[in-house]
């Protein structure tokens, strides 16, 4: 891996002012990437001059190091050109995020080359890990295992078994490209480029210090280990979720602009307008997505903030902060869904066709807002559960 040296990105100012230096090469490339089912080398390398990979890596290994709010709010610019890049970045940073958890010994590791490293990772305990002298033999297939294509480490969930096979624990562990290979399973009909591919591993000896216990991750035991680190005092569940959102910001902003642009030179068909824009229907189609659009944003800074407000002061938030910030997350995700929709409305036919951004930012934003960590149903009955005190709920990742 080739480290970019930038001494001129110190801020995240500076990283959303190279996005939008870079948005015009991610919008050109966005059709080729699309089609190779791949996010193109040269929007990667602009992605890693910009900075984008390092915002949740820590100080000490060339990272900087932010918050939640703003891992949105560049996942969001990145978006606003392309959504494929925009998942890798995101995925890659809250798999940074979680590495920053690990043993400062993997972390040596994972960041030798720099703090452009980029992760993938599947928290889901789909692989087998087995006690062996020095470490664990470890076994496994992780599905949608975004940004593999480009990954110089990956992250994948265990189950810790003991010599008749019974689960002792669920950990996480680390492993160096050489370790895993890409089964090539990713084929849909959005967010193609991420390469969301599946990880393999077959028998690979991980040693001890790559292997972390999820259990004191889930209850928030790792907070007092970072006194001097807030993001790494940020909960768990609710940063998993509630990440996934940026990049929805960005495709209701790019959706809003194509519609609003071309309302100027688009006529509405067998009607007296010749600008859309000049159509009241038109109007209320606009300030309606506009408005849903701003929900959005909201209740996601609104969620951001509170995940920030417990990890600056040093607290695990208890499960009815923790059940909201999941409820934010649903509402994000439906606002920006239905302002997609009613965009397309206000658009018309013509936003299905291959050369028009639109039908890639609705079938992007659709795949997208269906990751099984962020399901607005389940998200809605875990917030209502936690709403009327019932101890038992559908999900872990809480």
């Known amino acids: 891996m080739t480290t970019i040296e930038r001494s001129d990105i110190r801020t995240v100012e500076d990283v959303l002012a190279r996005i939008r230096d870079i948005a015009p090469l991610l919008q050109k490339n966005a059709a080729s990437s699309e089609t ?3 996010v193109s080398d040269e929007t ?7 900075g984008v990979f390092r ?6 290994y060339g990272g900087l190091e932010t918050d939640l709010r703003t891992m949105l709010e ?3 610019a990145i978006a606003e050109a392309d ?13 940074s995020w979680a590495a920053g958890l690990a043993t400062v010994k993997t972390q040596d590791e994972v960041w030798a080359g720099g703090p452009d490293t980029i992760l993938a990772g599947v928290i889901a305990p789909t692989g087998k890990a087995r006690k062996v002298p020095g470490g664990y033999q470890v076994s496994g297939s992780w599905a949608y295992s975004s940004a593999s294509l480009h990954a110089e480490w990956a992250s994948g969930g265990v189950h810790l078994v003991d010599d008749g096979d ?9 492993l160096p490209k050489a370790d895993f290979r890409i089964e090539d399973t990713w084929y849909v009909t959005g967010m193609r480029s991420s390469g969301s591919n599946t990880i393999v591993t077959e028998d690979v000896f991980v040693p001890e210090h790559r292997y972390t216990s999820m259990i004191p991750m889930v209850t928030g035991q790792y907070i007092s280990d970072h006194p001097d680190a807030p993001l790494y005092r940020s909960a768990l569940a609710p940063m998993l979720v509630m990440v ?3 990049p929805q910001l960005g495709f209701g902003r790019a959706a809003l602009d194509l519609v609003i642009r071309k309302g100027a030179t688009k006529s509405l068909a067998y009607t007296v307008f010749e600008q859309n824009r000049d159509s009241v229907a038109f109007q209320l189609l606009v300030a309606e997505a506009a408005m849903k659009v701003e929900t959005a944003h909201l209740h996601a800074f609104r969620a951001a903030e509170d995940v920030m407000r417990y990890a600056d002061a040093g607290e695990f938030p208890d499960v009815t902060a923790r059940a909201r910030v999941r409820g934010d997350a649903a509402i994000a995700l439906r606002s920006i ?3 997609i929709n009613t965009l397309l409305n206000a658009n018309g036919a013509g936003s299905f066709a291959e050369v028009n951004a639109m039908q890639r930012i609705w079938r992007d934003s659709n795949v997208a807002a269906r990751h099984a960590v962020m399901l607005p149903q389940v998200s809605m009955e875990t917030y209502g559960k936690a709403l009327l005190g019932i101890q038992e709920h559908i999900t872990p990742i809480l």
Do not use: H
């Not at 915002?55 to 000490?60: G, T, Y």
């Not at 959504?83 to 798999?95: D, H, K, Q």
């Not at 002792?168 to 562990?173: E, F, N």
């Open 36 to 38: 190779e089912r791949r």
């Open 44 to 50: 990667i390398t602009a992605l890693k001059e910009a």
């Open 55 to 60: 915002l949740a890596v820590p100080r000490r």
């Open 74 to 76: 560049v996942s969001a």
């Open 83 to 95: 959504g494929g890049p925009s998942w890798v970045a995101t995925l890659s940073s809250i798999n």
């Open 166 to 174: 019974q689960i002792i624990d669920q950990g996480m562990v680390y």
């Open 244 to 246: 996934l959102v940026g």
């Open 337 to 339: 869904n239905d302002a």
